[in-house]
């Protein structure tokens, strides 16, 4: 009996922790004066996000790729406000400690005018403080600098010039996460019954 009622419990545990929580997804369609693309945002292990697209219609180079704070584009691209910042941190490289969570880096335009855009990054986050959801992207007109660079510009934008093209990111999966978190909410209460009645056996079961 008391192999079973450990069990039971065990079992119990399990449940209640088990992560039913599905990935979150996202998109946003960029578009300016000749420039369009989407581009997509999927939730990947150790908290983390894949970003995969393709934007079309810039000269050969490399163009600064930002999240901008505001999901505004009723003036354009130019209504969507600073770099996405709530650490209030310096502009920098994607790969620095010291960083917007919306610095992006460079995107890499072709000679047929395409840029094929596929990295994980660590900052952005499609749930929590740090989500991109109902944020804009907006791709610039020169390369970001990383604010290596003596441009007074250079620590707040990367001093990558104006805007070209922008959207506003957009929820894909879950469609209604509340739900899944209910179900969850569920799992739990259900494990807490089960413990509470297995360790009640245990306490009044001879063995």
Do not use: W
């Amino acid at each position: 009996m008391l192999k079973f009622v450990v069990l039971l419990v065990s079992v119990a545990l399990v449940v209640a922790h088990h992560d039913v929580d599905e990935p979150h997804t996202a998109t946003v369609f960029l578009l300016g004066t000749n420039v369009h693309g989407t581009i997509n945002f999927s939730e990947v292990e150790g908290g983390k996000v894949h970003v995969q697209g393709i934007i079309t219609g810039m000269p050969p180079g490399e163009y600064g790729f930002h999240v901008h704070e505001k999901g505004d584009i009723s003036g354009g691209c130019g209504t969507t406000g600073s770099h996405f910042n709530p650490e209030k941190m310096d502009h920098g490289h994607p790969n620095d400690s010291v960083r917007h969570v919306g610095d992006l880096g460079n995107v890499r335009f072709g000679e047929q005018g395409t840029a094929n855009i596929d990295f994980v990054d660590s900052q952005i986050a499609l749930r929590g403080p740090h989500s991109i959801i109902g944020r804009a992207v907006v791709l610039h007109e020169k390369a970001d600098d990383f604010g290596r660079s003596d441009h007074p510009d250079s620590r707040k934008t990367g001093n990558a010039g104006g805007r070209v093209a922008c959207g506003v990111i957009g929820i894909l999966e879950p469609l209604y996460p509340q739900k899944r978190a209910s179900s969850a909410s569920n799992i739990e209460s259900f494990a807490y019954f089960f413990i509470t009645s297995a360790l009640f056996l245990l306490r009044h079961t001879s063995f």
